[in-house]
């Protein structure tokens, strides 16, 4: 079925998709919003269900240096529509933001679904001067055409009413990554896109958990099997009797050191995270998440430094180790001592060799930074965002695509990445705005 041509459409949305919309319908055009998805925003949903994280305060220097070696891409972005642009927004749209203790800025109530709620409110009722965006659910973009000569192009959708052909002379594609692809964004334009000559950089895993490789305990739990079972081929992971025991318990108050080539840390910082059943996940490994990747991409295999103690020094450590024991066991000793105790001590246990835990020096220098020896990053389905995907270098300034004159591009599809601490989303948006200016000086010019 071939649908009347539409002057603009709009391809995913999610936050991007969402911003360039109401960029262009406030200027007063006529805009097509299509979604695989039976309703919108289907991941800036799950966002607030954490406590939706739309910003940070902090100063802008520090801020666009989270966006790594994309920073030069992103700070013009940033310019049009940064931290302080996005508070506005949000508070036009009635709800209020606040900025917690770590800097982060949430909206009052902490959920996305007010303020969804509200923007799409603007975007059916966009006041006076505005046109009304029109709204095309359930409609899977499947395959496209660029048009050569006049820009835009053919897009074929999978609808529940059939296979949809749409001509649109301008489009902005914000098709997100591809992680938790249940939500909508499944990164499968990515091959379309790269059939089409345009550079995408393969999409991978960003703010992700890891599996962990072999551990000491595991090890042993191979080579000596219970009486009745045979021993199994050595495979990576927890012992059963950790992960029984402990995945899904938090790791809080520690610190992650990564190494960098010449052994000064390449990243530092505390928090907490969640042991899993396979590895590790939560705030503290996301934020290491990147440079770990990169690490086991290059190396095959990656460690992060776990400081079990951060707010004792080393010498106090190991005077509280070398501490007369009085006939008690190493736990109750670690935890009379150092209130080590739970999920921390069953770690060392876990991987630490059986004669370290003997030797004060070694199991002191083990709470301070016990080696966690990574094997993968968990599948891209499970991380929190996507780095990769269109490659700037074949977008010009107002992020059209180069080769395809009038489809711009904007959002997670962007070969960009940042931790959390709303960089995701603030970079998503004030890409939509920049799409959605490129696509209104491309009208402009036409009329
Ligand atoms: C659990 C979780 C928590 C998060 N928390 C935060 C947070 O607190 N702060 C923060 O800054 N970021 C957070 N993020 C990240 C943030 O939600 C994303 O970066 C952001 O939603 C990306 O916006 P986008 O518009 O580029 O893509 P998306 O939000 O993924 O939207 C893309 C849209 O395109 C549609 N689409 C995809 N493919 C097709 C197709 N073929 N045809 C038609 N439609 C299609 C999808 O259905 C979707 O609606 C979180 C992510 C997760 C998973």
Request: hydrophobic fraction near 45%; charged fraction near 20%.
């Amino acid at each position: 079925m071939l649908i009347p041509p539409v002057s603009i459409a709009i391809i995913g949305a999610g936050p991007a998709g969402l911003m360039a919309a109401q960029v262009l319908s406030e200027a007063g055009l006529q805009v097509d919003l299509f979604d695989a998805m039976p309703s919108v925003g289907r991941k800036f949903l799950l966002a607030g269900r954490g406590g939706l994280n739309l910003t940070h305060s902090e100063p802008y220097e520090a801020f666009v240096s989270r966006y790594g070696a994309r920073q030069s891409n992103i700070a013009p972005l940033l310019q049009d529509f940064g931290a302080d642009a996005l508070r506005a927004w949000a508070t036009e749209l009635g709800v209020e933001t606040f900025i917690g203790t770590s800097g982060r800025v949430f909206p009052k109530e902490m959920k996305a679904a007010p303020l969804l709620r509200s923007w799409l409110q603007r975007l059916r009722h966009p006041g006076m001067g505005g046109v009304p965006v029109r709204f095309h659910m359930r409609h899977r973009l499947v395959d496209w055409a660029p048009v050569a000569e006049g820009g835009g192009g053919d897009f074929r959708f999978q609808t529940p009413a059939g296979e949809v052909c749409v001509q649109a002379n301008v489009a902005v594609l914000a098709l997100g990554g591809a992680s938790w692809p249940r939500l909508g964004s499944d990164g499968a334009w990515a091959p379309w896109l790269a059939k089409h000559g345009i550079d995408v950089a393969p999409l991978i895993p960003a703010n992700c958990g890891f599996d962990v490789a072999l551990t000491a305990a595991r090890r042993t739990e191979q080579t000596e099997p219970h009486a009745n079972e045979a021993a199994q081929p050595q495979e990576g992971g927890w012992s059963a009797y950790f992960r029984q025991r402990f995945a899904g318990q938090p790791l809080k108050s520690v610190a992650i050191t990564v190494q960098g080539d010449d052994d000064a840390p390449a990243f530092y910082r505390r928090g907490e995270f969640v042991v899993t059943t396979t590895g590790v996940e939560g705030s503290l490994v996301y934020a290491a998440s990147a440079l770990l990747r990169d690490e086991l991409a290059a190396r095959g295999s990656a460690t992060m430094l776990l400081d079990l103690l951060p707010a004792h020094t080393s010498t106090q450590v190991l005077s509280a180790v070398q501490a007369p024991r009085d006939g008690q066991s190493l736990a109750n000793h670690l935890r009379r001592r150092l209130r080590l105790d739970g999920v921390k001590t069953a770690l060392l246990h876990e991987l630490l060799p059986r004669e370290s835990l003997r030797d004060h020096d070694l199991l002191a220098r083990a709470i301070k930074a016990l080696p966690v020896i990574l094997a993968a990053p968990r599948p891209i389905e499970e991380a929190i965002s996507t780095a990769g995907g269109v490659r700037f270098e074949a977008l010009d300034e107002a992020l059209q695509i180069k080769r395809v004159p009038g489809v711009f591009c904007a959002g997670e599809m962007l070969d960009w990445e940042a931790p959390t601490g709303g960089y995701l989303l603030t970079a998503c948006m004030a890409s939509g705005v920049r799409a959605a200016r490129g696509v209104l000086a491309m009208e402009t010019k036409a009329a």
